[in-house]
C-alpha cells in the first residue's frame, strides 16, 4: 500500500488508467476480429469497408499510446494480407 500522498494519488491514477487502456484494447480486439470475420466471408466490399475501419482503430490506438507503433504496423500488414484472398475468390 502506498504510504506517501502523491504515492495514493498515482495509485488512483494508474487504475483509472488501467480500467481505460482494458476497454480501449478490447474495443480494438472486438474491431479485429470483426474484419477477420468479414474477410473470411463472401462480401469483398464488407471486407474492404471493415479493413478501413480497423486500420483507423489500430493507427488511433499506437496515436494513443495504447500499442506500439511497430506492433501497429506489423498488425495492419498482417491482416492487409487476408484482403486479396476475398478479392481473389470473388473474381
Given at each position: 500500500?502506498p504510504n506517501t500522498a502523491s504515492a495514493k494519488k498515482d495509485l488512483r491514477?494508474?487504475?483509472?488508467?488501467?480500467?481505460?487502456?482494458?476497454?480501449?484494447?478490447?474495443?480494438?480486439?472486438?474491431?479485429?476480429?470483426?474484419?477477420?470475420?468479414?474477410?473470411?466471408?463472401?462480401?469483398?466490399?464488407?471486407?474492404?469497408?471493415?479493413?478501413?475501419?480497423?486500420?483507423?482503430?489500430?493507427?488511433?490506438?499506437?496515436?494513443?499510446?495504447?500499442?506500439?507503433?511497430?506492433?501497429?504496423?506489423?498488425?495492419?500488414?498482417?491482416?492487409?494480407?487476408?484482403?486479396?484472398?476475398?478479392?481473389?475468390?470473388?473474381?
Amino acid at each position: 500500500m502506498p504510504n506517501t500522498a502523491s504515492a495514493k494519488k498515482d495509485l488512483r491514477q494508474n487504475q483509472k488508467r488501467r480500467l481505460l487502456n482494458r476497454s480501449q484494447r478490447s474495443a480494438l480486439r472486438t474491431v479485429i476480429k470483426k474484419f477477420r470475420t468479414a474477410a473470411a466471408g463472401d462480401d469483398p466490399d464488407n471486407a474492404r469497408a471493415a479493413f478501413r475501419l480497423v486500420v483507423k482503430c489500430i493507427d488511433q490506438a499506437a496515436a494513443k499510446g495504447l500499442i506500439h507503433k511497430n506492433t501497429a504496423a506489423r498488425t495492419k500488414s498482417r491482416l492487409s494480407k487476408l484482403l486479396p484472398r476475398t478479392s481473389a475468390a470473388s473474381s
